[in-house]
């Protein structure tokens, strides 16, 4: 005789446990089909990473798969077509299902309608791997009462300067970005003062990161993360902290979160000499900083998190998180730095003035973005590697398609150091030294001490040629062209490791 059993309903968490709920948790609960057996095939024509109910079962609750070819909202934007990689030759720009043939529904009838789906780059290239057949390796996200417990230790200090986000990345299990930008909003009261919804702001931070490239060795979630984390510190100095509003603090805090959001990992001028079709739509000038706009904004949109706020209310931050984005870019150093000297040689700059509070978060978010060879050497050291391992990935691919190599990305000739000590003295130092200006604090000192013990660190790494020129003792003539040769060679390191130099840096069209 078959027995059948009526199971109660239960709260989510009862059900499910909390460390199983993680960003790529597949679990599915239906009246329709057997516990953890595969879903109605009309539930898979909803949208993934989402939390619905059934229109026939109230009570059901469905928790799916993210990691799928989601259909971006792209109102009031030029549209993207985005490919898997900026070098690949092959174009994925469009991808098409056939919605009444795939989920054999009643209305065969219906003529066959073609979805085109944009997607980022990491998405992308996932689907295309679904397409050649290679499953995709979705692993098991599940931490332990005692790796949790770590990671809210570390939270405690999460405005501590030496904050190794390598470690809180580990311990929340390749999570650091959502649980370290979910926090900071927490941590504001952002979350119950603009009344966001919780289950739209975790959709959001789960997506966001996910759009971040992992097998990106630099401009990745965990970069993100720093950023963040750098951020929160300069919004926690005296000055910002007695003058920042609430929404100040959210702009600044979701902007670090999304500064680099679906990178592909090359460089602007990479993207102009290959004719990328991103190239082309923000007609080369700040072509990346776009897309990382235009992405965030794009995941706001998606998610509504900011959809209970009035129209006027939602633009308006969309274009203030633009412009913080706009301000990293590199090309535009001088630019921002000039600005920002003018400011403090003039003596007036006001923080009461909405305006002004603005600049000043385009110029933390500038050296957030460029703090690495502030932090401790092991910190510092770790990051150096990984940004130069990523140029030298470009350099890598540009001999392999046969184009010019761009300066010091090649591995074979050129290290770590040398790129460094160049970004330290062209891009680096000037940057901080008008931000200690501005705010005077320990941190500030520190953030300095840290990079002149770096920089002297790097310098005792490079290759001892000392004995070479007390052979030789060269002329005066000959000294002073080697030095201006020396010069123009660190000028060109600092191009390279942070985009141009300071001190020779093209303006660029003005265009938008």
Wanted: glycine share 6%.
């Amino acid at each position: 005789m078959e027995v059948c059993y009526q199971l109660p309903v239960l709260p989510l968490d009862r059900l499910v446990p909390k460390h199983v709920l993680s960003r790529r948790g597949a679990i599915s609960f239906s009246s329709s089909s057997s516990l953890f057996g595969a879903p109605d095939p009309r539930q898979l024509s909803q949208r993934r990473g989402a939390i619905s109910y059934d229109s026939s079962d109230q009570t059901a609750l469905y928790i799916r798969m993210l990691g799928d070819v989601r259909v971006r909202s792209q109102v009031g934007f030029e549209p993207e077509r985005r490919i898997s990689h900026p070098y690949l030759c092959i174009d994925f720009r469009t991808l098409h299902s056939v919605c009444a043939a795939q989920l054999g529904t009643s209305a065969s009838t219906a003529p066959e309608r073609r979805v085109h789906r944009l997607l980022s780059f990491q998405r992308n290239l996932h689907s295309c791997r679904l397409l050649r057949g290679i499953p995709q390796q979705i692993p098991l996200h599940i931490l332990d009462e005692d790796y949790t417990g770590q990671a809210k230790c570390m939270l405690e200090k999460v405005g501590n300067w030496n904050f190794d986000i390598f470690l809180f990345d580990r311990l929340t299990n390749g999570n650091g970005l959502i649980t370290l930008t979910f926090h900071l909003l927490n941590k504001y009261g952002l979350v119950e003062l603009l009344q966001l919804d919780m289950v739209k702001l975790w959709r959001f931070l789960v997506m966001v990161q996910e759009d971040y490239h992992s097998d990106n060795p630099y401009h990745n979630a965990v970069h993100a993360a720093d950023v963040t984390q750098a951020m929160y510190c300069y919004m926690q100095e005296p000055m910002l902290a007695k003058s920042l509003t609430s929404y100040d603090i959210i702009l600044g805090i979701l902007a670090a979160a999304t500064h680099d959001l679906d990178h592909p990992g090359v460089n602007q001028p990479f993207l102009i000499k290959t004719d990328h079709y991103l190239a082309t739509l923000y007609r080369n000038t700040s072509v990346l900083e776009n897309h990382h706009w235009k992405s965030a904004v794009g995941l706001l949109r998606e998610t509504g998190l900011f959809s209970h706020l009035p129209a006027e209310d939602s633009l308006n931050m969309e274009r203030e998180l633009g412009s913080l984005i706009l301000a990293t870019d590199i090309s535009r150093q001088n630019d921002y730095l000039s600005r920002f000297r003018r400011h403090l040689d003039q003596e007036n700059l006001c923080l009461s003035n909405a305006s002004h509070r603005h600049f000043i978060l385009q110029m933390a978010l500038k050296c957030a973005d460029i703090c690495n060879p502030c932090r401790p050497w092991e910190l510092s050291k770790r990051w150096s590697e990984k940004v130069t391992e990523e140029f030298f990935q470009q350099g890598d691919i540009e001999k392999k398609h046969k184009l010019e190599v761009s300066p010091l990305y090649d591995r074979e000739i050129n290290t770590v150091g040398k790129i460094q000590i160049g970004f330290m003295t062209y891009v680096a130092e000037p940057l901080f030294a008008e931000w200690t200006r501005f705010s005077d604090t320990r941190l500030s000192q520190t953030m300095l001490g840290h990079m002149g013990l770096n920089k002297a660190s790097w310098v005792g790494l490079q290759p001892e040629q000392t004995s070479v020129s007390k052979e030789t003792e060269p002329s005066s003539a000959d000294a002073d062209s080697e030095g201006g040769a020396a010069a123009r060679r660190d000028s060109t390191t600092a191009t390279a490791a942070g985009g141009t130099s300071s001190k020779e840096i093209p303006q660029g069209s003005k265009e938008s």
